[in-house]
């Protein structure tokens, strides 16, 4: 039997390069020849992500350019670290199943019977084992597990630039919130030195003690929204303390009351800017995972061949011990194949295949979902600039009628009404600027992110 041990590990090593995998190709995606708010674009196939580091940088705000360089210790982003770290540990256990194992063992045991009486047995040993890999079992393992890393990775690019993103949000709406309550606090020092003067004209016969009432409660009314818009402000200093992975108590940021400029967005965007996206990739490397599953299920139909071989010393006593009388070896092959599992192993073939359409149509839906990203802050981008623009004229249009309105007042000509409702028009304009402001930067924000990066 020993000669045709050879033809054997022959036969075996030519069937390893077998496997039950088919070649990966990736999956088609969602395809258009332009975007609906822009130019024509190129078409792109998912790639690596590729995420800018400094994307930021184009709102050309220093405070911001410090503060993203130390979101390293949020607490989401060494959570997603981790789960690179689980992907590679699986890695290196699949990659470890391909090699031979070694073992060595050392025994001392004494027995008796009624025949030879007692006797000692001492036994020293080694063994190896190696199961080949005939139909792409083990690699295709590997070749997931590979996947699988990748896959966290990107998902750690993406987690990355979702931080980035939020930290630019909440910093611009904490600006908004400052701006607003600088607005605020103008318009109450205006409002009280308006309450003063009415207060005056009253007391000369000239004002009503309604116009009074009136100029007292527009003043408290905005010294109100103040104080709501400084809790506001508060409440994003403590998020911002916690995107930095800080505790509220240990975080605080100099009031500016300064809204950073919204670089103006290109009139077309490439789709090439699509392949840098990380939840892309990462997408379509959980498919590749998948599909290298399908095969590693199949391989469970066929025969697992595993060459093992051992060889020790065996004797009485460790004196002498490893000596030729005491020599004992062998060494074969071991063919195993399931022959009835009540459809396990089809089973597991059908959850692969199942999970393989599952991370097809996930991947797919991601590239629409993207698509929807870019289209929408494209268009809200640019039809903020133009409401911008547009309110910008308003609020000049505002604070000309309320000097118009004052000197009316002072001149008897109009009642205190029409004062309060010029000032509460100015007001409201202003403020619906600097939301606009604020919407506008979050909106470029946003699509910054969703083209993870320059454009």
Same mark, same amino acid.
């Given at each position: 039997? /020993?000669?045709?041990?050879?033809?054997?590990?022959?036969?075996?090593?030519? !069937?390893?390069a077998?496997? %039950?995998?088919?070649?990966y190709?990736?999956?088609s995606?969602?395809?258009?020849?332009a975007f609906?708010?822009?130019?024509?674009?190129?078409?792109? *196939?998912?790639?690596?992500?590729?995420v800018?580091?400094d994307?930021? /940088?184009?709102?050309? *705000?220093?405070v &911001?350019? *410090?503060?993203?360089?130390?979101?390293?210790?949020?607490?989401?982003?060494?959570?997603?670290a981790? +789960?690179?770290r689980?992907?590679?540990?699986?890695?290196g256990?699949?990659?470890? =199943?391909l090699?031979? $194992?070694?073992?060595?063992g050392l025994?001392?045991?004494?027995?008796?019977?009624p025949?030879?009486?007692?006797?000692n047995s001492?036994?020293?040993?080694?063994? =190896?084992?190696?199961?080949?890999?005939?139909?792409?079992?083990?690699?295709? @393992?590997?070749?997931? *597990?590979?996947?699988?890393?990748? =896959?966290?990775?990107?998902?750690?690019?993406?987690a990355r630039?979702s931080?980035?993103? $939020?930290?630019?949000?909440t910093?611009?709406?904490?600006?908004?919130?400052?701006?607003q309550? @600088?607005?605020?606090?103008?318009?109450?020092?205006?409002?009280?030195?308006?309450?003063? !003067?009415?207060q005056?004209?009253?007391?000369?016969g000239?004002?009503?003690?309604?116009d009074? @009432?009136?100029?007292?409660?527009? /003043?408290?009314? %905005?010294?109100?929204?103040?104080? #709501?818009?400084?809790?506001?402000?508060?409440?994003?200093?403590?998020?911002? =303390?916690?995107?930095?992975? !800080?505790?509220?108590s240990?975080?605080?940021?100099?009031?500016? @009351?300064?809204?950073?400029?919204?670089p103006?967005?290109?009139?077309?965007?490439?789709?090439?800017?699509?392949?840098?996206?990380?939840d892309?990739?990462?997408?379509?490397?959980?498919?590749?995972?998948?599909y290298?599953?399908?095969?590693?299920?199949?391989?469970?139909?066929?025969?697992?061949?595993?060459?093992?071989?051992?060889?020790?010393?065996?004797?009485?006593?460790?004196?002498? &011990?490893i000596s030729?009388?005491?020599?004992?070896?062998?060494?074969?092959?071991?063919?195993?194949?399931?022959?009835?599992?009540?459809g396990?192993?089809?089973?597991?073939?059908?959850s692969a295949r199942?999970?393989? #359409?599952?991370?097809t149509a996930s991947y797919?839906q991601?590239?629409?979902?993207?698509?929807?990203?870019?289209?929408?802050? /494209?268009?809200?981008a640019?039809?903020?600039?133009?409401?911008?623009a547009?309110? $910008?004229?308003?609020?000049?249009a505002?604070?000309?009628?309320?000097?118009?309105?004052?000197?009316?007042? +002072?001149?008897? %000509?109009?009642?205190?009404?029409?004062?309060?409702i010029?000032?509460? $028009?100015?007001?409201?304009?202003?403020?619906?600027?600097?939301?606009?402001?604020?919407?506008?930067?979050?909106?470029?924000? +946003?699509?910054l992110?969703?083209?993870a990066?320059?454009?």
């Amino acid at each position: 039997m /020993l000669p045709k041990f050879p033809l054997a590990c022959g036969c075996a090593l030519l !069937l390893a390069a077998c496997s %039950t995998t088919p070649p990966y190709q990736v999956p088609s995606a969602p395809a258009t020849n332009a975007f609906k708010e822009t130019g024509v674009w190129q078409s792109a *196939d998912p790639q690596a992500a590729a995420v800018p580091d400094d994307w930021w /940088l184009l709102f050309n *705000d220093p405070v &911001l350019n *410090d503060l993203q360089t130390r979101v390293g210790n949020n607490q989401n982003l060494l959570g997603s670290a981790a +789960q690179i770290r689980i992907a590679q540990a699986a890695l290196g256990s699949s990659r470890a =199943a391909l090699s031979p $194992t070694l073992g060595a063992g050392l025994s001392a045991s004494r027995s008796a019977s009624p025949s030879a009486g007692a006797a000692n047995s001492v036994a020293l040993t080694g063994s =190896a084992s190696w199961e080949l890999d005939l139909w792409g079992r083990l690699s295709g @393992a590997v070749t997931g *597990d590979q996947a699988r890393v990748q =896959a966290s990775q990107d998902d750690l690019a993406a987690a990355r630039l979702s931080l980035q993103a $939020t930290l630019a949000q909440t910093y611009f709406s904490l600006r908004a919130a400052e701006a607003q309550s @600088a607005l605020l606090e103008r318009s109450v020092q205006a409002y009280q030195r308006s309450l003063e !003067l009415t207060q005056n004209r009253y007391q000369g016969g000239v004002a009503s003690a309604g116009d009074v @009432a009136q100029a007292q409660t527009q /003043l408290k009314t %905005t010294a109100a929204q103040q104080v #709501d818009a400084d809790s506001s402000r508060a409440q994003l200093e403590h998020a911002l =303390a916690v995107l930095l992975g !800080l505790a509220p108590s240990e975080f605080s940021l100099a009031r500016t @009351a300064a809204l950073p400029a919204a670089p103006l967005v290109p009139d077309q965007l490439p789709a090439s800017l699509l392949q840098r996206r990380p939840d892309i990739a990462a997408a379509e490397r959980r498919v590749a995972a998948a599909y290298a599953q399908i095969g590693v299920a199949k391989a469970a139909f066929f025969p697992a061949l595993t060459l093992s071989a051992s060889a020790g010393y065996k004797g009485s006593s460790l004196a002498n &011990l490893i000596s030729a009388p005491n020599l004992l070896w062998s060494i074969g092959p071991a063919l195993a194949l399931t022959a009835f599992d009540g459809g396990q192993r089809q089973s597991a073939v059908d959850s692969a295949r199942a999970s393989t #359409d599952a991370a097809t149509a996930s991947y797919r839906q991601t590239v629409l979902t993207a698509l929807q990203e870019v289209e929408d802050n /494209l268009v809200i981008a640019g039809s903020l600039q133009q409401e911008a623009a547009l309110q $910008t004229e308003a609020l000049a249009a505002a604070n000309r009628s309320l000097e118009i309105v004052k000197n009316q007042y +002072q001149s008897g %000509t109009v009642s205190y009404l029409n004062v309060v409702i010029a000032q509460a $028009t100015a007001l409201s304009s202003e403020r619906s600027l600097l939301d606009l402001q604020n919407r506008r930067l979050a909106a470029t924000n +946003q699509l910054l992110k969703n083209i993870a990066g320059r454009w």
